[in-house]
């Protein structure tokens, strides 16, 4: 029994380091984004990197998740004969939830994978402890790049997965179920209105930032050797994608 | 030039350094011997400011170092240059970008005069041909040649070589401790080079420093360390483990 209570309590500690370590962190980053100079060409280049490494994805997830949604509200709308309701129930479902949530997914598993990998690298490699020696902040020099690029891209990437499957549904509803093209979009421009768009933008900006966070730390404070750059990748993206889901929970429902 | 005076650090319960006492003199190559996982790299990394000791004080031009942070620490570090174990050269750039990476980040020069300094600290190392390469197109030796030139372009009084020679053919090694006192001539640095190379460190070094057991056991010329009386210092250079 005593040594359950420890064990309970030795894991309590260490979670609890684990997440003021993270805060420090962010609040080590954010500080750095707000005192000059901004990296920006690390900047752009990594904001080229995270729209480079992730849009084909997205266009191909975006595409079908609206083709899928179109189906399946079909069939539901159908059982109540409100099948005219089937754009905004796309649109809706894109928008506020689904388009901000396999965004941010997606991108996580294409790009902040490969951020947490390369920081990783960089840590067991010695240019992190390099960086420092040369007197340039590797906060501000690596880790303050990629989290603007998410703030910047997440958003970006999020329209444009919307955009895309508005569009896969509206092949689906118009070209294979028979619903007439004007009914999808004026009855999508009836039910849309700017407050549900804006949620979704916030969502996707905190997921911007969420997702960064998550995986600049855990490349930055990767283990030694390959096993713990391997390790400190899956645990970016199982963290990332958990935290995305609980978060868009929480957003939710203080939004709605 | 460098003053380490009782340094103690332990990480949890291993106890890495026990109280290390060191002079470094200004203008000299001064080699830090002892076995693998000694704590020789542990004592470079506080000496650069990358750890803080739990005891103890190194002081670098009468500062210590050991106390600060910030602006004055990356000022005393802009004097520093150290070449890492494996280079630590950053793999999205070319040669040239490495080299010309401390100063376009830390200093207001042109173009032109950083091209310049970079050109010649190729050129010293014996590498202006491979300025357009990435790191990974290189050899070992090449890339050790590369992070020299790096830690060289800002014209450091003092320049730290963390085993610079590891993973390295006899022959290789031979040159890059040619190169390292070829430069060290040409260039007037104070040089501390943390090394198992024996016997061929001897040949670069003006003194020789044994860490063993977290202490600077026996400092001295290379001829000196190599005449030494102590058994520790004597089986480690004919390398025979030593009990104590």
């Not at chain 1, 990748?233 to 609980?246: D, E, K, P, W």
Request: glycine share 10%; with cysteine; hydrophobic share 45%.
């Amino acid at each position: 029994m005593f040594a359950f209570l420890k064990l309970i309590g030795r894991y309590s500690l260490d979670l609890l380091k684990f997440v003021g370590e993270m805060f420090i962190f962010l609040l080590n980053s954010i500080y750095h984004i707000f005192s000059p100079p901004l990296k920006v060409r690390n900047f752009l280049r990594q904001v080229r990197f995270f729209g480079n490494k992730s849009l084909i994805v997205v266009i191909f997830t975006g595409a079908f998740s609206g083709m899928v949604l179109a189906l399946q509200g079909f069939y539901a709308l159908n059982k109540f004969g409100a099948e005219a309701l089937l754009g905004p129930v796309v649109a809706l479902s894109l928008i506020r939830e689904l388009g901000p949530v396999l965004c941010a997914l997606m991108v996580t598993g294409r790009a902040g994978s490969a951020v947490t990998a390369e920081i990783g690298i960089m840590k067991i490699t010695e240019q992190i402890d390099a960086l420092t020696v040369m007197a340039v902040n590797p906060i501000k020099y690596v880790v303050v790049p990629n989290i603007l690029a998410g703030i910047v891209t997440f958003p970006l990437l999020t329209a444009i997965f919307d955009v895309v499957g508005i569009y896969g549904g509206y092949i689906v509803s118009v070209h294979a179920l028979g619903l007439s093209e004007g009914t999808y979009f004026s009855q999508m421009e009836l039910y849309v209105d700017m407050q549900d768009i804006r949620i979704g933008l916030y969502k996707s900006l905190s997921f911007g930032l969420l997702v960064t966070w998550i995986c600049t730390y855990m490349g930055y404070t990767a283990g030694y050797g390959a096993r713990g750059v391997s390790r400190a990748t899956t645990n970016a993206v199982v963290l990332s994608s958990v935290v995305i889901l609980i978060w868009d929970y929480m957003l939710g429902a203080f939004l709605l | 030039m460098i003053e380490i005076r009782n340094l103690h650090k332990s990480f949890g319960k291993q106890q890495v350094l026990k109280g290390v006492n060191l002079s470094i003199q200004e203008g000299e190559v001064t080699a830090i011997i002892g076995r693998s996982g000694g704590g020789k790299s542990v004592l470079l990394k506080h000496i650069i400011g990358l750890l803080k000791p739990d005891r103890g004080s190194i002081l670098i031009k009468g500062e210590d170092i050991t106390k600060l942070k910030g602006q004055r620490l990356d000022e005393i570090r802009a004097d520093i240059g150290v070449v890492f174990q494996g280079g630590a050269l950053f793999d999205s750039m070319t040669v040239y970008e490495n080299v010309a990476f401390p100063l376009r980040e830390k200093t207001k020069l042109g173009k032109k005069e950083i091209h310049d300094r970079v050109i010649q600290a190729l050129g010293d190392v014996g590498l202006e041909e491979m300025q357009n390469k990435y790191p990974a197109e290189l050899s070992g030796g090449m890339r050790k040649r590369v992070a020299l030139a790096r830690a060289l372009i800002g014209k450091p009084k003092i320049i730290l070589f963390d085993e610079p020679t590891t993973g390295l053919d006899p022959i290789l090694v031979r040159s890059i401790h040619k190169l390292i006192r070829d430069t060290q001539r040409l260039y007037g640095f104070t040089g501390l080079i943390i090394s198992h190379e024996i016997p061929e460190i001897f040949e670069i070094s003006d003194r020789v420093a044994l860490l063993h057991d977290g202490r600077i056991i026996e400092v001295g010329t290379p001829e000196e360390i190599q005449k030494s009386d102590n058994i520790v210092v004597k089986n480690f250079i004919i390398g025979i483990e030593s009990g104590g």
